[in-house]
């Protein structure tokens, strides 16, 4: 039986969604010892599912909010913007928000283990945006703002610890990161997707 909710949220995805950052690359990761979603017998027993298009959408919804630890209403309004969105395509606009807000920033930049773990770091107040203390999680970061992380917690073992492995982190185009003072700034509007979602489908899903 599996516990753990996210656990259980790779295993009905079908895939790992790694929503627990670096825990979920441990041999004790459920999905690699079940590569199946539940109730699915493997394929040795020749046991077939037919998705259907509702199916379909719903799963690639699901997987979407869960990446992003988005509640069905958030993630519902953030689908509702995107969609009235007349500058841009809706599916663009959609993977714009999500990119943007603070805790995906903050997981971006290598400061969080996870996005959870990111978000708890925003709330509690630990990081802050162009010199400002933010603890809003959702909060849409913008062109030129800088996130770096709270003076009085960079001295923090935790914090000591991450700043040791940013020199290898990597990040995406739209976000430089100065691995030295533990600095991000953005550069651009998150275009080009790098997560393997079809937010079509998601779009879709919510114009029934």
Same mark, same amino acid.
């Given at each position: ?97 999500? %990119? +943007?807000? *603070?805790?995906?920033?903050? /997981? ?5 283990? #996870? ?5 708890? $770091? ?32 960079? %001295? +923090?073992? *935790?914090?000591?610890?991450? /700043? ?5 982190? #990597? ?5 430089? $990161? ?31």
């Amino acid at each position: 039986m599996i516990t753990d909710k996210k656990c259980g949220s790779c295993r009905r995805a079908g895939e790992k969604l790694f929503l627990k950052g670096e825990k979920c690359f441990t041999p004790k990761c459920v999905f690699v010892k079940k590569p199946y979603t539940p109730g699915k017998i493997d394929s040795e027993r020749k046991h077939r599912s037919v998705m259907t298009e509702y199916g379909t959408q719903l799963k690639e919804k699901q997987k979407v909010r869960n990446v992003y630890g988005l509640s069905e209403r958030q993630f519902g309004n953030y689908v509702k913007a995107a969609s009235l969105s007349k500058d841009t395509k809706p599916t663009d606009k959609l993977y714009e928000m999500l %990119e +943007r807000r *603070l805790d995906n920033v903050v /997981f971006r930049m290598g400061l969080g283990r #996870s996005r959870t773990h990111a978000r708890q $770091l925003v709330a509690h107040g630990h990081v802050l945006v162009n010199g400002r203390r933010s603890t809003s999680p959702s909060h849409q970061v913008r062109i030129g703002d800088v996130i770096s992380v709270r003076a009085g917690s960079k %001295e +923090r073992p *935790l914090f000591v610890e991450t /700043f040791k492995k940013l020199a290898d982190k #990597s990040t995406p185009s739209w976000l430089t $990161l100065k691995s030295d003072v533990a600095e991000g700034e953005i550069k651009a509007l998150p275009r080009e997707k790098i997560m393997p979602f079809n937010f079509t489908s998601v779009i879709e899903f919510y114009s029934r």
